[in-house]
């Protein structure tokens, strides 16, 4: 019976440890907390008692350490408490540091906020488990943690909409595990990183609206995953890599509104891109005459450049073309009739040098 009670004992109190908070962890939750001011909701007014595990708003815990896992407060999300009063959240503060005493937390969340200002935690790179950095739209400032490589579990990093400035660190390309990554809409300068092709794992990269400069590395050619890369209104001189268009799934390009030259790898007409905008450049040259079946462009922009010659004829050929911008250029000759010519209005034409036929003037 003796054995048994024992027995019994350690069983019970295993599972307290599983099941409650653990007080460190409570500590770091209260210390984060406290650096935080959200007046509007009353989003941490369920952040009481002991038991962090259980009914604190955004706070999740781990089934087998019992410890702190996710942190998940959106200012935007589908809340009631959101939806009910009809307007998004507001938070002001800072991020504390407490938040990397949270030595199991998988995910990070805290988007949309507006307000929360301050830096990224640089200790934020010394959490082994994180997965998910989620700090989307708020008005953070600084630099982007240098020791961030060290994430090697982390799949998303989305940093967008804040004012952090700075070079992208040169670790940030150990992240071999990195999917998404969005940068946009901060103010980031300098080289993209030579060896961005080390993310092998990325599908989405994100880096528009920042103030990037030199050229776009090639390496990119290497992510096999890649479905989404958008640089766009940034400094970026140079041309575009040919090997691009050759990318298994990449299916958006934007480019637009840069310092590019050049002319225009024909692979890119003949490949799995379906969005692709150059518009905005100084690209210069004739038009690849080389569409076929295989192009298939929902939406086409190479508008405000310095392109010259005629309309390539085997534009008529490809599958699908939706939207098509070619205005602003130093075109010249008859537009070709038929399919997409003949759904396009006169804006997609106009501020060439001497374009003609429906649905501009006859020739």
């Known amino acids: 019976m003796t054995t048994l009670l024992y027995v019994s004992t350690l069983l019970l109190l295993a599972a307290l440890t599983v099941n409650g908070c653990p007080p460190s962890d409570r500590a770091a939750l209260l210390a984060f907390k406290a650096a935080l001011h959200e007046a509007r909701f009353g989003i941490f007014n369920s952040w009481t008692g002991s038991d962090c595990c259980h009914n604190w708003k955004g706070v999740s815990c781990d089934q087998e350490s019992g410890k702190v896992a996710d942190i998940n407060l959106r200012g935007e999300a589908q809340d009631p408490i959101f939806e009910k009063a009809g307007r998004t959240g507001y938070m002001t503060g800072t991020i504390s540091p407490a938040i990397c005493n949270l030595k199991r937390l998988s995910s990070f969340t805290l988007a949309d906020w507006k307000g929360i200002t301050g830096q990224i935690p640089a200790c934020i790179s010394s959490l082994p488990f994180l ?85 776009i ?117 008859r537009i070709p009739a038929g399919s997409p010519f003949d759904h396009l209005e006169a804006s997609s034409f106009v501020y060439n040098d001497c374009l003609c036929g429906k649905p501009l003037k006859a020739c």
Do not use: W
């Open 217 to 333: 590395p090639s390496s990119i050619s290497k992510i096999y995953r890649l479905a989404d890369l958008d640089l766009s209104v940034n400094s970026l001189s140079g041309s575009i890599p040919e090997s691009l268009g050759r990318m298994a799934v990449l299916a958006t390009l934007n480019l637009d509104v840069n310092k590019l030259s050049g002319n225009i790898p024909a692979s890119l007409f003949n490949s799995g891109i379906s969005n692709l905008n150059l518009s905005r450049n100084s690209f210069e040259g004739n038009l690849p005459d080389v569409f076929g079946p295989r192009s298939y462009f929902t939406m086409l922009d190479l508008s405000y450049n310095n392109f010259r010659g005629p309309i390539p004829k085997s534009l008529s050929e490809a599958s699908y073309i939706g939207h098509l911008d070619l205005s602003h250029n130093h075109l010249c000759g």
């Open 131 to 215: 997965r998910i950095l989620d700090l989307v739209g708020n008005k953070l400032s600084g630099q982007i943690p240098a020791d961030i490589g060290r994430l090697h579990r982390l799949t998303v990093l989305n940093i967008a909409d804040n004012l952090v400035s700075g070079r992208i660190p040169r670790t940030l390309t150990n992240l071999s595990s990195l999917m998404h990554l969005d940068l946009r809409n901060n103010r980031l300068s300098g080289d993209l990183p030579p060896d961005f092709g080390r993310l092998r794992m990325l599908s989405r990269a994100l880096l528009s609206r920042n103030y990037f400069s030199g050229s």
